[in-house]
């Protein structure tokens, strides 16, 4: 880790298309960037619960429970607003806008500076 | 300028981003890619100077079901078996076994690829298939001995047919000592039990109690034998005259009474291995078998450790006001408790100050033992026992591998 940040060329615009996700090393770390809702996140791939590859894990939207108002369940449903990462080492989630757990916000991804300019996507490191 | 798969120079010069080669991690992801960020636990916690063993690991029998099934020894038996896996469509890798269905929720559908199977590329060798990837994640944990299990046969304990389960359980451990342990001095067993026949128990320690990397024998999944009854004796005597360990390798179940009400497998598997284990060591302590096999290493396998506070608190309260129930006793429970030795994984976390209570309580220091049970979905990394704060060094090294050196005379 340099002791200064450096802005780091990562790809195209298109490396990273909508809803998916670009994985890169820049020196020793390992970067997740993702893009939901046109909008680009990107973070570590360590996770926060034992130090997992996250984000080259499985991406799914987050599942809820359906609750009637008379309080009885009529199952699962996904919440496609909210896409998950979860970790492939043991599957801790984490919402991809937030990189939060989202049963526990102390649980959460080191996030990383990104901002996609004209000519492409840059991190800083 | 796309990141391809070409490295990028940077706009200063100074850094540059290269596209990682595994976006995605999924069934066919070579083992030690998965495992990569561990590698760096090795290096942060100083590890390659430490004597990790690993007491709970498996390996996918699956592969090598018609292996196994060609050791059956009854004919009509191996006939059977083979008869299954040609015609039925789905029982290549599963004819003869107990695979429940749980046991296919535990990727988390999808989330968890390593548990649903490591499908990666070995090269082409002389070497079993399975011992590669056992290699393969040993070198990624930084353990230099493994003690490895059987996946799909530990539910034998709980098969329906208990001539099937005797005649697979020695074909497996025939296949096991014949095909993997020879040829790793590094890779352990402990092997299974037909628990239900003592005889064929006996017959087990008989032929495989001195092959080598065979370091004792376990109780599989198995939850309805009361392990007190007379007919079991003579098994805790031969392993404790041959100094080999008794362990009790907890199954999940979602067909007991208490998990067929639950809707989710997480309350299942919370629950099960748990309680699995909780009434053997009932049985065990309340009948004073420590009393009589004082000399028998016990061992308790993959539940975690949650539970032993529980048993030992719970225990103790009734024992009090019940001494006449267990008349063998001459401590308390606890006091028992605190001389068996268990396995770490799952290890609780989750309350940083109640683990530490706990590792006090079980003398963690000389009893505890790590165990990763990797490539299962809840496995632990050895970095989660070097992590702890509240152990000193030497702490760390026993659970670490120096117990289980003891234990097992390694």
């Known amino acids: 880790m340099p002791a200064t940040s450096q802005r780091v060329f990562v790809g195209t615009s298109g490396d990273v298309p909508p809803n998916g996700r670009l994985v890169v090393d820049v020196g020793a770390i390992t970067i997740g960037i993702f893009r939901v809702d046109g909008k680009l996140y990107a973070y570590q791939n360590t996770c926060a619960h034992q130090g997992g590859p996250v984000c080259q894990g499985k991406m799914v939207p987050r599942v809820t429970e359906v609750i009637e108002p008379d309080g009885s369940s009529r199952g699962f ?28 916000s102390s649980a959460r991804l080191i996030r990383v500076n990104v901002e996609e300019a004209p000519d492409g996507i840059y991190v800083t490191v | 300028m796309s990141v391809g ?42 590890l390659h100077d430490y004597f990790i063993v690993d007491v709970d690991s498996h390996h996918v029998e699956f592969d090598s079901w018609g292996e196994i099934l060609d050791r059956l020894e009854n004919p009509v038996l191996r006939h059977n078996a083979k008869a299954m896996t040609q015609d039925w469509p789905n029982a290549k890798q599963l004819a003869f076994s107990n695979h429940p269905v749980g046991l296919t929720f535990q990727d988390v559908f999808g989330r968890i690829p390593h548990q649903a199977q490591l499908a990666e590329d070995v090269e082409k060798s002389a070497e079993h298939r399975d011992l590669t990837l056992i290699r393969r994640a040993m070198e990624s944990l930084g353990i230099k001995m493994q003690v490895v299990f059987p996946q799909p ?39 299974c039990l037909p628990f239900h026949d003592p005889e064929a128990s006996m017959k087990t320690i008989h032929e495989f109690g001195e092959k080598p990397g ?190 289980a050196r003891r234990v097992f005379r390694l």
């Open chain 1, 77 to 104: 449903a996904f919440d496609e607003s909210d896409p998950h990462i979860v970790c492939p080492w043991h599957g801790f989630e984490y919402s991809i806008k937030t990189g939060t757990h989202p049963g526990r």
């Open chain 2, 5 to 46: 798969d070409k490295t990028i120079e940077t706009t200063n010069g100074l850094s540059r981003a290269t596209k990682h080669p595994v976006q995605q991690i999924t069934i066919r992801t070579d083992s030690r890619e998965i495992l990569a960020n561990a590698r760096r636990d090795i290096e942060r916690y100083k």
């Open chain 2, 153 to 191: 046969m530990l539910e034998m304990g709980l098969h329906p047919e208990q001539d099937i389960v005797t005649a697979m359980t020695f074909a497996y451990n025939r296949w096991f000592t014949e095909t993997i342990l020879p040829c790793e001095k590094r890779v352990k067993s402990l092997l």
């Open chain 2, 214 to 403: 065979v370091v004792g024998f376990m109780v599989t999944s198995q939850r309805h034998a009361g392990v007190h009854r007379n007919m079991y004796m003579k098994i805790y005597r031969e392993l404790e005259e041959r100094g080999l360990p008794l362990a009790f390798h907890a199954g999940p179940s979602w067909g007991d009474t208490m998990t067929s009400t639950m809707n989710r497998f997480l309350a299942v598997h919370s629950m099960s291995f748990v309680t699995c284990n909780m009434t053997h060591m009932a049985n065990w302590i309340v009948n004073g078998l420590p009393e009589r096999f004082p000399k028998l290493k016990v061992i308790w396998i993959e539940s975690g450790l949650a539970w032993v506070p529980f048993m030992m608190q719970r225990l103790d309260h009734e024992y009090l006001m019940r001494q006449s129930d267990a008349p063998l006793l001459k401590r308390l429970p606890s006091e028992y408790i605190a001389d068996m030795y268990f396995t770490s994984q799952p290890m609780e976390v989750t309350m940083p100050h109640m683990l530490e209570a706990t590792m006090k309580a079980i003398r963690a220091e000389t009893q505890l033992m790590y165990s990763s049970d990797w490539p299962h979905w809840d496995f632990d990394v050895p970095a989660r026992i070097a992590a702890l704060p509240f152990l000193n060094e030497q702490a760390k090294r026993n659970i670490l591998g120096e117990n």
